[in-house]
């Protein structure tokens, strides 16, 4: 499967972004989804998952109750919806797809798309 995320850009502190993957060439409603971002000199880390189905989330401490992940299976998208940004969240954005799982491990997905910068000033 190819994964294409879009949406990032430059925005203050305070606000909100939605990023999109697009995915092509697979079943995307089969796969287990995720973003994980990183900053520079820094590791990657994750951000948020879901399920196949959309029915179980989880999300990393620092970005819970400010961000939403969620999916269009029928549109073959999987969405981040950013809100109360913070200058900490300036990263490359990358989402993810998982054959088998859904993981908040990096080393468990398959298929990474090219990542989108997103960059909060203060």
């Known amino acids: 499967v190819q994964l294409q995320a879009s949406g990032g850009g430059l925005v203050q502190a305070g606000g909100s972004l939605r990023l999109s993957c697009a995915a092509s060439?697979?079943?995307?409603?089969?796969?287990?989804m995720g973003w994980f971002r990183q900053a520079p000199e820094k590791e990657r880390e994750f951000v948020a998952i879901?399920?196949?189905?959309?029915?179980?989330?989880n999300y990393a401490d620092s970005v819970k109750g400010r961000f939403t992940i969620s999916r269009d299976n029928a549109k073959n998208t999987l969405y981040l919806q950013m809100n109360k940004m913070k200058p900490e969240d300036t990263a490359v954005y990358y989402c993810?797809?998982?054959?088998?799982?859904?993981?908040?491990?990096?080393?468990?997905?398959?298929?990474w798309g090219q990542g989108t910068q997103v960059t909060v000033s203060s």
């Open positions: 993810a797809a998982s054959r088998l799982y859904t993981s908040a491990t990096a080393k468990r997905y398959d298929y």
């Open positions: 060439g697979g079943t995307f409603s089969s796969y287990g």
């Open positions: 879901i399920s196949w189905g959309g029915g179980s989330t």
